[in-house]
């Protein structure tokens, strides 16, 4: 199944930046956490000098926008905002798929398979779904069949 709002994202996103990295974003490619994808708008963590920023990027009908919290970042397009839209270029599976739903108190959420145990025994997530086989390869403590 295609995923258009995906396809949308990295088109808009590769019109914006270089695939070469600056030599102030090269440091922070690839070293985010938290990455989440909801639609057309990623947002992820990223450790900088003066703290953990938060950071987003979101293609909307006018336009791709990008913000980030820190103090260059605060009208988009800095060296974090740079990094996350090649970290996701690179990888986009390693972003979370957060999937809104008609009910507010429910959203899904999409994982490797290999994860979906991790999230449920943490609490990140209520149920989970996953072949026996990675039950099994987890070890299984506290998730049921």
């Not at 070293?31 to 293609?59: D, E, M």
């Not at 990008?66 to 690179?90: D, M, N, P, V």
Request: aromatic share 6%; hydrophobic share 35%.
């Amino acid at each position: 199944m295609a995923d258009t709002a995906l396809d949308q994202l990295q088109t808009a996103i590769k019109r914006q930046w270089s695939r070469v990295p600056s030599q102030k974003a090269k440091p922070y490619v690839n070293a985010f956490t938290a990455t989440v994808r909801s639609g057309t708008k990623i947002t992820a963590k990223v450790v900088g000098n003066h703290g953990t920023y938060t950071v987003s990027i979101q293609l909307d009908a006018q336009a791709l926008t990008s913000a980030c919290s820190c103090y260059i970042g605060k009208h988009g397009y800095c060296h974090h905002c740079e990094a996350l839209a090649l970290t996701f270029l690179r990888d986009p599976g390693q972003f979370k798929v957060v999937t809104p739903t008609q009910r507010k108190d429910v959203r899904l959420i999409v994982v490797r398979a290999s994860d979906a145990p991790t999230y449920v025994q943490h609490g990140a997530a209520d149920l989970g779904i996953a072949g026996r086989d990675v039950l099994h390869e987890h070890g299984g403590a506290g998730l049921y069949q």
